[in-house]
């Protein structure tokens, strides 16, 4: 694969081919997130710049200013059971895919105001929990010091927070 285009991937034979799913897998970096792979978002703007201070997300599963880009694991997830997380991360994006396909959206994208009210509110929250206080440095940080891979609340509150789309949160077209 050499690109991801807006309908799929082109392959280095110059082929383009329509895929409904793209599944990456590109190794670990704790707070890098998405660093190894060449994400371009609204307006030209590369990942690695949109989150130069650090990873951003809103539930961990979609950033700002780059629509139909679903993520598992991603930015303040880690708690607890993986496994779990993820569950719960795949039945909300499950529920984006839905509405794209029954409301016949073309993309949906998270509107920057919720995702900066929902990381203070994560960021609050883990500016409480001393073992992730600013004195510590740990690898949950990221360069500018933000902890960008905790979630400082219980499964129970993220999985009740994935369970439905707060549709004001986002912008679609």
């Known amino acids: 694969i050499e690109a991801v285009t807006k309908n799929g991937v082109r392959t280095s034979d110059g082929r383009e081919r329509e895929v409904d799913l793209i599944v990456y ?10 660093s190894a792979l060449d994400v371009t978002g609204r307006g030209g703007v590369h990942i690695d710049d949109a989150w130069s201070d650090g990873a951003l997300a809103y539930l961990g599963a979609t950033t700002a200013g780059f629509p139909n880009l679903f993520m598992l ?4 997830t880690n708690n607890g059971s993986i496994l779990e ?23 949906i994208d ?22 992730w206080n600013h004195e510590v440095n740990g690898y ?4 500018s010091g933000r902890v ?26």
């Open 25 to 34: 897998a590109t190794g670990f970096s704790a707070t890098k997130y998405l």
């Open 73 to 76: 694991y991603g930015p303040n």
């Open 85 to 107: 997380m993820i569950e719960h991360q795949t039945n909300h994006v499950l529920l984006h895919v839905r509405r794209l396909a029954e409301e016949g959206l073309r993309w």
């Open 110 to 131: 998270v509107r920057p105001e919720a995702q900066a009210a929902y990381n203070e509110r994560v960021q609050d929250a883990i500016a409480a929990v001393d073992v």
């Open 140 to 143: 949950y940080r990221s360069a």
């Open 148 to 173: 960008v891979t905790q979630w400082p609340f219980s499964m129970t509150d993220f999985k009740t927070m994935t369970e439905k789309i707060d549709p004001d949160a986002f912008e679609v077209g």
